[in-house]
């Protein structure tokens, strides 16, 4: 029942935060890159559509090209999907 100091306040706040990235940022990161760079070269879904994703030479993606690709796309809706839907 004692009073909170601020920093214990301030790491609760910086748990919470790093929980959120990882959530919302590494595990998708994860899961594209190592999906679409194994050899089924897709996701789960894309593999129930017959995709495949490959690169510009047709070749199978490496983990760090499929994450990279990842990071671009989340880059790109940040910025361009998500305020033209706020506006």
């Given amino acids: ?4 100091l601020p920093f214990e306040e301030l790491s609760d706040f910086l748990v ?6 990882g959530s919302c940022v590494l ?3 994860v ?8 050899e089924a070269q897709a996701t789960p879904g894309k593999r129930l559509l017959g995709l495949k994703v490959v ?3 047709g070749k199978r993606l490496t983990v760090l090209s499929s994450a990279t690709k990842w990071l671009l796309q989340a880059l790109f809706y940040i910025m361009i999907v998500v305020p033209s839907i706020v506006m």
């Avoid at 029942?1 to 909170?4: E, H, I, L, M, P």
């Fill in 55 to 57: 690169s510009h030479e």
């Fill in 16 to 21: 919470l935060g790093l929980i959120t990235v």
């Fill in 31 to 38: 899961y594209f890159a190592i999906f679409e760079s194994s």
């Fill in 27 to 29: 595990l998708p990161l």
């Fill in 1 to 4: 029942t004692f009073a909170k």
